[in-house]
């Protein structure tokens, strides 16, 4: 689950090893969400929480506390949280009052929560002008499937921009129900499909566009995968400069087109490429 209004000036976090029952925190109004990995645990609170976090470990002493920390929430998401327009959208902070939208501004409300995805990362700003490239590039696309959706910022985007079915995908539960809030948010309930599960398992899911800001290795098996060029267009994102070289060297190795590269300072790169 995530939980946030309104984002903190602090966040204070624990870090457990071992699972954490899903319904322990649910009567803390403090606490905002459980992020899960490789049999450990990260809960985000708004104010310190030591002492509930201590009892659970009495009450479950498999659990080990490994460490504690204390960080702005700006800093967590790697920045400012704020309004921004890119490729023909009008990106809105949930807890925000909305700027006067321009003629052609697609409002689309966001509370990225603890998850990645709040827009402020110049990956997401490039998938969004690819995705706002690539509709222009083809009105007939009709479904996307977006691995590594964390907030699900690219697939309200997607669905706002016109299609009409998009599969947002994210390994961590707690990605995955921060997507479906913002699904809910922004009422798209009936267009866009938040699951928690591996990029992996859903590589031969059928899609018109591919959306993935996702890390490197994942891009190489994604790539040489069965159902890759099944997708008319992909976003592949996330990538430093030599994963951008070696990456279109597959893509070049398995018969794909990259169509064109946005690269920030030549750091950061995002490919759109067709099949």
């Known amino acids: 689950m995530s939980r946030l209004l309104r984002p903190p000036q602090d966040l204070f976090i624990y870090y457990l090893q071992?699972?954490?029952?899903?319904?322990?925190?649910?009567?803390?109004?403090?606490?905002?969400?459980?992020?899960?990995?490789?049999?450990?645990?990260?809960?985000?609170?708004?104010?310190?929480?030591?002492?509930?976090?201590?009892?659970?470990?009495?009450?479950?002493?498999?659990?080990?506390?490994?460490?504690?920390?204390?960080?702005?929430?700006?800093?967590?998401?790697?920045?400012?949280?704020?309004?921004?327009?890119?490729?023909?959208?009008?990106?809105?902070?949930?807890?925000?009052?909305?700027?006067?939208?321009?003629?052609?501004?697609?409002?689309?409300?966001?509370?990225?929560?603890?998850?990645?995805?709040?827009?402020?990362?110049?990956?997401?700003?490039?998938?969004?002008?690819?995705?706002?490239?690539?509709?222009?590039?083809?009105?007939?696309?009709?479904?996307?499937?977006?691995?590594?959706?964390?907030?699900?910022?690219?697939?309200?985007?997607?669905?706002?921009?016109?299609?009409?079915?998009?599969?947002?995908?994210?390994?961590?539960?707690?990605?995955?129900s921060t997507c479906r809030q913002n699904i809910r948010l922004n009422q798209l309930q009936d267009k866009v499909m938040a699951v928690q599960g591996r990029a992996e398992d859903f590589l031969d899911s059928e899609a018109d566009l591919l959306l993935a800001n996702i890390h490197f290795e994942v891009l190489q098996t994604l790539v040489r995968s069965r159902g890759f060029p099944a997708k008319r267009w992909f976003i592949l994102s996330g990538l430093l400069r030599s994963q951008a070289r070696e990456t279109s060297r597959i893509l070049q190795e398995v018969g794909s087109q990259v169509v064109q590269v946005w690269d920030q300072d030549g750091i950061w790169y995002t490919l759109l490429g067709r099949n």
């Open 18 to 176: 071992g699972r954490v029952p899903a319904d322990c925190f649910l009567q803390d109004p403090a606490f905002i969400g459980n992020w899960e990995e490789d049999g450990h645990a990260f809960l985000f609170f708004s104010s310190p929480a030591l002492p509930g976090v201590q009892d659970l470990l009495v009450r479950y002493p498999q659990l080990t506390l490994k460490d504690s920390f204390q960080t702005s929430y700006e800093a967590w998401l790697g920045g400012p949280v704020g309004s921004f327009r890119e490729g023909g959208l009008l990106i809105v902070p949930a807890w925000e009052e909305a700027p006067a939208p321009g003629a052609d501004d697609l409002l689309i409300r966001l509370d990225p929560g603890v998850v990645f995805g709040a827009g402020n990362h110049q990956t997401t700003r490039d998938c969004l002008r690819a995705l706002s490239t690539v509709l222009n590039l083809d009105r007939g696309l009709g479904s996307a499937l977006d691995l590594g959706a964390g907030s699900g910022l690219l697939s309200l985007a997607a669905a706002g921009l016109g299609l009409e079915r998009v599969l947002a995908l994210d390994l961590n539960p707690l990605a995955a």
